[in-house]
Every structure is written in structure tokens, then in C-alpha cells.
């Protein structure tokens, strides 16, 4: 196995490892968890741009990246707009009872917790590093599909916690990343990819509070 090669596996199992394996364990609570996930995603990316001098950072903005981010992310939230005009379709979404937040902690959780704890974090540890790095190992269309069957083995335990389909979510959350890189690819920067993620997840959690709230 080459040294590239082994690098890009020791880089996929920190990943892997961190989501499903030590911040669970860290039994943190919510902002601990949005916290440790932003350090983690900053220190993982530095770490391996530090080891990998040829992997070429990924800018977080730029002209085309945040007008294609913008474009895409709008399909979400005419989504969310058809939901809510459909009562069956809004109790359709209705999460489970114990997702029900107060409004201040569902100010929090779409302030905070998704553009930090999640976008922020995956974007950086996925699109801004895993995901150039493996198609500089394997080649883009390899690496760009390996890259997106890692994001979704990170969503494992996530699935767990929420009492989903583990199965059901990998597969959902891998068509997602891979639809992710190619955002990152087109738009050459973080900003469509991150935005079109903030997007999905801030509609969802609207959409399944607005389902359990007509119940």
C-alpha cells in the first residue's frame, strides 16, 4: 500500500471513529456536542493539510460557489413551502414527540447548532478536506464515490440516536455527500455545498416541528 494511500485510510478511520465512536462517548449535551464538533472539524482539517502539503486548501466562498449554493438550496425550501401548505403532508413529517424543542432551544438548534455543529463541521472535515483528498488518492470519480460512502458511514451513530434506519440513512446521507463534492467541484469553493446543507437540515428541522405541531 502506498504512503498516500495509508494516510487517506488513518485520515478516514480518525473520522469515522470521532462520530461514532468517541463523541458519543463524551456524553456531552447539546452545545458540548456543536462545540466539540467545530474544534474537531478545525483540527482535523489542519492536521491533514499540515501532513499533505500537496492538497490544495478549499476557499469557503466565492462568486459562482455562493450564486450555484444559493440556486440549489432554493429546491428545499420550495419543498418545505409545499409541505406546509398540505396538512396530510405536514403530519406526515412530524418527528417523534421527544423531538419537540421550546422555541427557544429551536431558535438555538437552527442558529447554532446546525450551521456550526453540523454544516461547519462537516463541510470542513468532508468537502474542505476528505473529500479532495481522496480523489487526490484515487482519482476523482473513485474518490469522489469513496469520499461519499465515508459522509455516510459518519451518520451511523447519528441514525442510532435518532432511532432511524441505520441502513436507510447511510445510503440517503452517501447520495447526499456525493452530491455535496459535486457542488464543491462546480462552484470551486465550500459555499454551494454548505449552503444547499444548511438549506436541507434547517427546512427539515422546520418541517418536522410543523408536522408535530398540527398533531
Sequence with gaps: MSRDRAEALVAVATALTWSNLVLPRLGLGSRGRTAANAVFATAFDRAIHATNPDLAPVPWTSREGTALGVAVAAVPVAGYGVIASVPTLREAVAGHA???????????????????????????????????????????????????????????????????????????????GYGFGLLRRRGGSLAAPALVHLAINVVGAFTTRLGSDAR
Aim: negative net charge; glycine residues 10%; proline residues 5%.
Design 98 to 176: 421527544g423531538e419537540r424543542r421550546t422555541p427557544l432551544e429551536f431558535a438555538e438548534w437552527i442558529g447554532l447548532h446546525i450551521p456550526v455543529g453540523t454544516v461547519y463541521a462537516e463541510e470542513t472535515i468532508f468537502r474542505g478536506t476528505l473529500d479532495p483528498l481522496s480523489e487526490n488518492v484515487f482519482g476523482v470519480e473513485i474518490g469522489s464515490a469513496v469520499a461519499a460512502l465515508i459522509f455516510g458511514l459518519w451518520h451511523i451513530h447519528p441514525a442510532r440516536a435518532a432511532g432511524d434506519n441505520v441502513a436507510a440513512t447511510v445510503v440517503a446521507t452517501a447520495v447526499a
